[in-house]
């Protein structure tokens, strides 16, 4: 371990390369650019290789080619190739998919504001494509965050075979901290599961014991089927209920039993208070002074934050919030977490609080948004 | 510990190397915890660019840091916004002001220390670029916020080999100046 | 079982037979296509320049992407139009392999037209065939670009009021090392050229004038899948050295067939720098 100062991004691709990142495609787009921009210029001397494409489409789409190549993939972007990529994620979902997509949220609707952050697009990484599915999504709140989640969100995406978004915003990407990089060893990295089986015996979408199928790749004889139609086991194409049934309850169970593994929520005071602050991502870091300031005024206020906002942890999230009589969500938009911890969140009463800004979240408003409900 | 350092300047005038450099020798050789933001116009020339940034001992003081409001130091490589910039400093702040750029008066009750930073960078060292070294230079010295060695591992580890000597230089130039 | 002898086909050991029957209509050119594609595919397995292992089949979404259900080799049935950037991902990511793209008109031309010509400026390591049966066959007969004018489509009623896009001008206007277009109706060049680019590194492109009497046939008439062959058989021409200007395809004129491009430029996988 050693420390350095980097910013969100570079944290990022440290990270990616650390997790053994060999694709990176991408398209330019503020203020995910300087990521692409730094792994191209270190990528290569890992081996690895970064490709600016034609755009998002063909960048997500060559993500999950490499992937089913065999070598860890990533593309990043911001709001509008977001909206560009939501057709290859939903591919990434349904042929279970070992892929990294980072989104750096900027202000939207449509170009919105390139170089500002907000939370806006928070469903978009939720819910960016068609399909009835549940994928992981990561909020770091700091460069560490940054880095430490970009090697989670790798091994999220091989263990489950699963596309991840990991969801920072223009704050936390040009924002330079102290960092403690890790040399390799020191953490652990997860490959996916190869198939223990002969290629004859193989069946590509037969899922283990956690639901999630062993991943054979291109070119080990396998004789690989990645199929982008509802399918069976064997990656043939059905169009009976049965199988439909089967394979939706499958991809969304995987994610639901491995949430034990998946979520991370963080917690300040919040044992002996009376009102709780749930908050994530950049505008968690202001939340988290205006609490301890409250504190020291003598206020039972304590703080949640979630490091993973799908899925959650209901169960543990509730036996958190439930203690509290109230809940107060801080966001910066017009209430997209707000809906989930409002229903997890039991008798507790729910109050949402947005700090609606474009400019790194101020002192006094968070304060003000907090306070108000106390 | 808690410091606040601001550094404005225009976008080519290596204001963003000298939050990078700072930061880095703060962080990996002298164990504070540091948090910085970069702000510049879209253009790379010209332009203001502006970094915010703080050293603390600990994480804990540095997490809630959003823009300088109490400045330890001052970095004005331009005079861009200058007199509302002078109004954050305090009687104990640093101020530190590139008069190449800046013929008129400066009223201030902090420690001003105004040199024509790029005029003696171009006189001494032939290379207005390395100002921003000379002027660091100038900071070490002055406040001893940072070591000059550790600011010269810095140098060698952000900036390809061919251009060490010359910040070298430049840094020590500064470092000679008076205090 | 005697029976099961006398019915397997030679190419059946390219096929995954239990997915058979295709899906295909009677009297459709594409399985002719993939028929003379696996010839050559075999062609280079037996004289060792081609592990079986190593060839990966990308497709789209259409009648002629289903060409990836029946092959056995490593297949991937992807997004309709992104075929293209998924297979460069493969091949980048892992260049032993020999990656080929099947895809109909309206996938590789029309909604992954930009992959297409991207592909092709960066001479991309990879050998796309392209289906040409003017029309949207999958979906129910619509619009493709490749569809002639004043052509009767179920979304151009009153007759289709844009020229249309001649393929192989477009890659060959490009850093394409192979452009060449062949016919259902003389497959043995489909093999030929196949066989070629298999053998070549950067873009290989490939055109298949193909026949779909079901849907395309109706527009135009032809609904009958032997009339239909031999409307386009008469119409075929094979050329040893077409030059491009011959290209545009003209049902009047006739559909001049051959190699267009054949170069050795330097490929994406030459000048990139790896490592
Ligand atoms: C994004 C998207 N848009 C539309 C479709 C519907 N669609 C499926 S196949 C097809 C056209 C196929 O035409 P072509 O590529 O020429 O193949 P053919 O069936 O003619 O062989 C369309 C529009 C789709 N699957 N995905
Ligand atoms: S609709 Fe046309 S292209 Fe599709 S299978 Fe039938 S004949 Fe072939
Ligand atoms: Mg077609």
């Not at chain 1, 650390?18 to 081996?47: N, R």
């Not at chain 1, 909020?139 to 090697?151: L, R």
């Not at chain 1, 075979?161 to 390799?184: C, F, G, K, Q």
């Not at chain 3, 050559?40 to 079986?52: P, S, Y």
Request: glycine share 8%.
């Amino acid at each position: 371990m050693r420390r350095e100062f980097l910013s969100g991004n570079r944290a990022i691709a440290e990270a990616a390369i650390l997790s053994g990142l060999k694709f990176y495609a991408g398209y330019p787009i503020t203020p995910a650019s300087d990521l692409m921009e730094y792994l191209a210029e270190k990528l290569p001397s890992y081996g690895g290789i970064v490709v600016q494409f034609e755009d998002e489409i063909a960048s997500i789409n060559a993500a999950i080619g490499a992937s089913w190549a065999g070598v860890k993939a990533m593309t990043a972007t911001s709001g509008p190739g977001f909206s560009l990529m939501a057709e290859g994620v939903s591919l990434a979902v349904a042929t279970e998919t070992p892929v990294v997509v980072v989104d750096i949220m900027r202000a939207g609707p449509s170009t919105g504001i390139p170089t500002k952050a907000t939370q806006s697009d928070v469903y978009q990484a939720r819910w960016l494509a068609h399909g009835d599915y549940t994928i992981p999504v990561f909020a770091p709140w700091s460069v560490q965050d940054c880095y430490d989640m970009t090697i989670k969100s790798f091994n999220v995406a091989e263990k489950f075979r699963t596309p991840v978004v990991l969801l920072s915003d223009a704050n936390i990407a040009h924002m330079w901290e102290t960092l403690y990089v890790r040399e390799p060893g020191e953490v652990e990295i997860i490959e996916r599961k190869k198939p223990s089986v002969p290629p004859e015996e193989y069946r590509p979408y037969q899922p283990g014991l956690d639901l999630v199928p062993p991943m054979a790749v291109f070119g080990e004889g396998y004789k690989v089927i990645v199929e982008s139609l509802v399918h069976d086991e064997l990656g043939y194409y059905r169009q009976d209920s049965v199988t439909y049934r089967e394979m939706i309850a499958r991809l969304n169970e995987k994610i639901r039993r491995g949430v034990g593994y998946i979520y991370e929520q963080e917690e300040y005071w919040v044992e002996d208070s009376d009102a709780v602050v749930v908050a994530y991502g950049s505008t968690a870091r202001m939340v988290y002074p205006v609490v301890k300031a409250l504190r020291q005024k003598g206020a039972r206020v304590g703080f949640l934050r979630l490091k993973t906002l799908w899925p959650l942890d209901e169960e543990r999230l509730w036996r958190a919030l439930s203690r509290a009589g109230k809940v107060i969500v801080v966001e910066n938009n017009t209430g997209r977490v707000y809906l989930d911890v409002a229903r997890i969140a039991g008798s507790a009463r729910t109050f949402f609080s947005p700090v609606i800004t474009v400019d790194p979240p101020k002192f006094n408003e968070v304060m003000e948004a907090v306070a108000r409900w106390l | 510990m808690r410091h606040e350092i601001l550094i404005v300047g225009r976008g080519g005038q290596g204001v963003l190397l000298l939050g990078r450099l700072i930061g880095l020798v703060a962080s990996k050789y002298m164990n504070y915890y540091t948090s910085g933001t970069e702000h510049y116009a879209s253009e790379t020339r010209g332009g203001e660019s502006r970094v915010d940034m703080v050293i603390a001992d600990s994480l804990e003081e540095a997490f809630n840091f959003v823009s300088v409001t109490n400045p330890h130091i001052m970095i004005l490589l331009y005079p861009y916004n200058l007199d509302s910039y002078l109004k954050l400093a305090q009687r104990e702040t640093f101020v530190f002001l590139d008069k190449t750029f800046h013929q008129g008066e400066v009223r201030t009750e902090a420690k001003l220390y105004a040199h024509e930073y790029t005029r003696l960078a171009e006189r001494l060292l032939n290379n207005p670029r390395v100002a921003n070294m000379l002027l660091l230079g100038h900071v070490v010295k002055v406040t001893n916020l940072l070591p000059l060695d550790y600011v010269k591992m810095g140098i060698a580890e952000l900036l390809d080999k061919r251009y060490h000597e010359a910040n070298f230089k430049a840094l020590e130039a500064g470092f000679n100046l008076p205090a | 079982m005697a029976l099961a002898k006398l019915t397997l086909h030679p190419l059946d050991k390219y096929l995954r037979t239990d997915r058979l029957p295709h899906i295909w209509c009677p009297g459709c050119g594409i399985g002719i296509a993939l028929g003379a594609m696996l010839r050559a595919i075999d062609r280079r397995i037996n004289e060792g320049k081609l592990d079986r292992n190593k060839v990966v089949f990308v497709t789209g979404i259409g009648c002629s992407a289903r060409v990836s259900f029946y092959v056995d080799f490593d297949s991937a049935h992807t997004l309709h139009g992104r075929a293209i950037p998924f297979a460069t991902g493969v091949k980048l990511a892992n260049p032993s392999l020999e990656v080929i793209v099947v895809g109909g008109d309206g996938d590789i031309a029309g909604i992954g037209g930009n992959h297409l010509l991207h592909a092709a400026k960066r001479n991309m390591d990879l050998f796309v065939v392209m289906i040409t049966n003017f029309v949207y066959a999958m979906t129910g007969g619509q619009l493709a670009p490749t569809t002639p004018l004043k052509v009767y489509t179920t979304t151009t009623p009153h007759g289709n009021p844009e020229p249309p896009l001649n393929v192989v001008k477009l890659v060959a206007s490009l850093n394409a090392n192979y452009v060449a277009r062949a016919s259902i109706t003389t497959p043995h060049y489909i093999e030929m050229f196949t066989y070629k680019a298999l053998g070549m590194r950067g873009f290989r492109f490939l055109e298949v004038i193909s026949t779909c009497p079901e849907v395309y046939g109706r527009h135009i008439g032809l609904r009958n899948p032997v009339t239909m062959f031999e409307e386009l058989k008469k119409r075929v021409k094979y050329k040893p050295n077409p030059v491009i200007d011959e290209s545009d395809i003209d049902w009047e004129k006739g559909i001049v067939i051959g190699e267009y491009v054949v170069r050795n430029n330097p490929s994406y996988l030459d000048l990139v720098k790896r490592g």
